[in-house]
């Protein structure tokens, strides 16, 4: 190809955005809340000894760690790109890919993926072998997710919803 052509490619994207101004505002609240978490634990723990096995301590610090962990959009891509390689093979499964060099911190830009709300598929006027294949994708893909990958998205919204 020579120098003066170009290529143009059009995709879809979305941009994920974390306000330093209401990421900040976030923050505060969320150290608040920590904070009287772990209050609660150690006040329940030190009132009844007999739950010391719960570890509610624990329980809260890894909280704090996997919510943290929510508040960089570098891991969110990083488990997108996991989560593509993971179902490269199911054509059914589709995650968002993040586009190298816009992905930072407190922003992400990623695909635009095409996905339907799973609610749709629930109303009574859907045909009830439809239904069984979702039921049947979405549980194969989430032991797929627990048993073969030890690797679990939470968040499905439409766009990444297995479709039929």
């Known amino acids: ?23 900040s505002v976030l923050s505060v609240l969320y150290q608040k809340d920590m904070y009287i978490l772990r209050k609660i634990a150690d006040t329940v723990e030190r009132l009844f000894p007999s739950l010391e096995y719960l ?12 919510m943290d962990r929510q508040n960089d959009l570098r891991l969110e891509a990083k488990h997108l790109t996991k989560f593509s390689k993971n179902f490269k093979n199911s054509p059914n499964i ?15 830009v990623e695909t635009f993926e095409e996905g339907k ?17 979702l039921v049947k994708l ?13 690797f679990v998205h939470g968040d499905l919204h439409p766009g990444m919803s297995p479709t039929p």
């Not at 979305?14 to 990421?23: D, G, I, K, Q, R």
């Open 1 to 23: 190809m020579s120098a003066s052509k170009s290529m143009w490619c059009v995709i879809s994207i979305v941009v994920s955005l974390l306000s330093l101004t209401w990421y």
């Open 55 to 66: 570890s509610l301590r624990d329980i809260v610090e890894e909280f704090a760690v996997n």
């Open 94 to 108: 589709i995650f968002p890919r993040p586009i190298p060099n816009f992905i930072q911190a407190n922003a992400l």
């Open 117 to 133: 709300s799973i609610n749709l598929y629930m109303k009574d006027c859907t045909d009830t072998e439809l239904k069984h294949k």
């Open 138 to 150: 979405c549980s194969l893909s989430l032991l797929e997710m627990v048993f073969k990958h030890n």
